[in-house]
């Protein structure tokens, strides 16, 4: 497995611009998982995905989120018209199903800035 | 609501010295708890994961346990190194049918040589 994997690493934006965050999850897990982190905190739940189906959203997860994974494989979340209120660490995760308890592998995260 | 509690915030220990850090929280009901260390800027790695049927899980010189009665997790560092400083996460999953972890805010250790 090379693990999970997130681009950009790092991304500034200026205010009201749209930005989009891609995850390449470990092949072969079914499920992927997306989180926000701010400064120390610990991660929030934004959406996951079983396979291609977007089976639960957090009600953080604003109009102005949307997030897709159309072929079951990697998964994109985009932001419209940032805020400042949106930097912050995005998290990436995926997981196997029943045959591993379900736990989850964290990618390197996308470092969020909006000026 | 389910909330996760780490306490404490931050600690500090020199080389060589035996931890505990501690993760509680508010419903008993949980699938599983799986504990996490993160370095600074960086995303999360999975240390052990315990089903809500186990009392514990070891890993090296980890040792993590539950008590979910009273809605409390450990995680046992032994012969802590400088190595093992980082932010240390808790979190818990309700049921297999929801994707969602909730976490602690985290226990930053720092081990001084």
């Known amino acids: 497995d090379t693990g999970v994997s997130q681009d950009p690493r790092h991304k500034i934006t200026k205010r009201g611009q749209n930005v989009t965050f891609r995850c390449d999850p470990i092949?072969?897990?079914?499920?992927l998982y997306w989180y926000r982190q701010t400064l120390g905190q610990g991660p929030e739940f934004l959406t996951y995905?079983?396979?291609?189906?977007?089976?639960?959203k957090s009600r953080l997860l604003s109009d102005r989120f949307s997030a897709e994974r159309p072929k079951g494989s990697f998964s994109t979340l985009e932001i419209q018209r940032t805020e400042q209120g949106d930097s912050a660490m995005y998290l990436c995760?995926?997981?196997?199903?029943?045959?591993?308890?379900?736990?989850?592998?964290f990618g390197p995260g996308t470092r969020l800035t909006v000026t | 609501k389910q909330e996760v509690t780490q306490i404490p915030a931050a600690l500090s220990v020199p080389e060589g010295e035996n931890l505990v850090l501690n993760c509680s929280f508010t419903?008993?009901?949980?699938?599983?708890l799986q504990w996490f260390r993160q370095d600074p800027g960086k995303g999360l790695t999975s240390l052990l994961l315990?089903?809500?049927?186990?009392r514990e899980q070891t890993s090296g010189r980890l040792n993590a346990s539950l008590d979910k009665s009273s809605g409390r997790s450990t995680l046992y560092i032994a012969a802590s190194q400088p190595g093992d400083s980082a932010t240390y996460l808790c979190?818990?999953?309700?049921?297999?049918?929801?994707?969602?972890?909730?976490f602690g805010q985290g226990t930053t250790l720092q081990v001084k040589p």
């Open positions: 979190a818990v999953r309700r049921s297999s049918n929801t994707g969602k972890l909730i």
């Open positions: 995760a995926s997981s196997l199903g029943d045959r591993n308890l379900y736990e989850q592998y």
């Open positions: 092949s072969e897990h079914n499920r």
């Open positions: 995905f079983q396979n291609e189906a977007q089976l639960e």
């Open positions: 419903d008993s009901a949980i699938y599983n």
């Open positions: 315990i089903q809500s049927s186990q």
